[in-house]
């Protein structure tokens, strides 16, 4: 008798967990894109990680044979007055052009989106986007940058900024999300009081306000900027 | 006899007992699938959503990255050919490649006047601030400008760009409307960046003018004056 409770009490477990994961399944389905457009979604997904893949392995490739290049030329600089003279002036147009790796003091602004539920415009105003950190990387060199960089990418006399809702694209991507990371290196003193001023960065402020936009600067007395790792060419420029 | 009543009481209790045991385990049942159905679920769909976002983003983001990487397999054919260059040649070719980088570099950082062929693109409205000017010239810069000037003030990234009480100013220089940018680089996406760019500004009631002109010999002459760093130490 007690055995056959049991046994109907673990039959009724079965039975309702079988109902209980078909309903959620059910209820979850309907929230749930049509599978053909998560399919394409997944698809293009894959499309843009193999990209990215391929991305990250020409960046290394270049860095790889810029050193060697470098060697090269130091190599040439012992033998030659002229070389060392020559490879010094490069030296110099390359730290100011970023394809050489930089440290000192400054400051560190961290970025992050705000929070969707505080947001009913529906223009998604409490995502960061490419122009809020165009006018942050712009504020920073008015305020004595000598060197910035955006999560890791650093930012050239020919960097410009692109993308769309949410994501950041600078110079040849890949593109960038929140949570964004802008380092820079020069006047410490002048970019933190740039960037305590409520009359700058407008856009931004009202935005950190009003839907929760992450904005923390952190000044330090050692921040290090990465090399520029891609592509710095000018083919359709020639000299006058 | 006496007993009967009891058993009867007792077989009720035991049967409600039973019902209430079975609909507690039904309940039980029901949430424990429940949660973890929902919480499967819910992670599978976290993992997409960190990858994903929608249609438009991800074929902006694959054509950004179909560019990048063909200018970066550029960048490494060119390496690779200094590099033989430097392997096959002597002092002299070293001092050549030297000499080739630093002219190039000069051209970049806005060093020395240059030429090519790009566009002019004339704006005059009212009421234009620096962002207005910042945001132009990050359009023209993004969209194929390789070399810059805006009413012959020389323009790369960390040139000031600021809001003043009288103006706009460029380097600490008023630049007022009509503002005239000379924009070198490949034309073909410099036009197409500027019909876009006509496009929007003529739907904005501030705008006078906004037209641009193609031209195959365009030179820009004025230049910017290379600031020695003072914090920053190159590694």
Redesign the interface.
Known sequence: MARN?YV??AL???V??????L???QV?AQL?TPSNQ?A???A??H???D??R??DS??K??AS??D??DA??AE??G??D??RA??N???D?????GL???????VKVGLTNGSPDADPTGKARYLVTF?DV??L??LL??AG???VAVSGRR?????????????V?I?????LFSPIQVLA????NRMETALDDPNLLPSLRVRQLQFGLGVKVTGAPDV?LPAYD??????????? | MSARPKTTASRAHTRSRSASGAIAVWVIALLIALVATIQLRSQAEVERSLQSADPSTLAFSIDQLHRSNDALEAQIASLKQQQATLQAGGGDAVDQQLANEANQLRMLEGLVPVRGSGIVFTLDASGLSALDLQDALNNLAAGGGEAMAVNEHRIVVGVDVEQSESGVTVDGTLVSPPWRFEVIGDSNRLVETADLMTQQLRSDRRVHEAVYVVEQDLVVRAIVTERPFVYAISS
């Not at chain 1, 050489?100 to 400054?106: D, E, F, Q, S, V």
């Not at chain 1, 110079?171 to 593109?175: S, W, Y």
């Open positions: 409770q109907s009490s009724v477990a079965v309702a967990l079988a109902v209980g994961f309903l959620a399944g979850k749930l998560v394409r979604n997944q293009l997904v499309s843009v990680q990209l990215e391929t991305n020409d960046r490739q270049i044979l810029r060697q290049i090269l030329e040439a600089a033998r030659s002229t070389t020559l490879q002036q490069v030296a147009l390359r730290a100011h052009a050489t790796a930089m440290h000192g003091p400054g122009q165009q006018d990387v712009n060199f008015a940058a000598e060197g930012i050239t006399p020919l960097s410009s900024f692109s993308g769309s809702e949410g994501e694209v110079d040849q991507g890949p593109p290196v020069g006047d410490r290090t891609a592509s710095l060419e000018i083919p359709h420029v020639g000299p006058a």
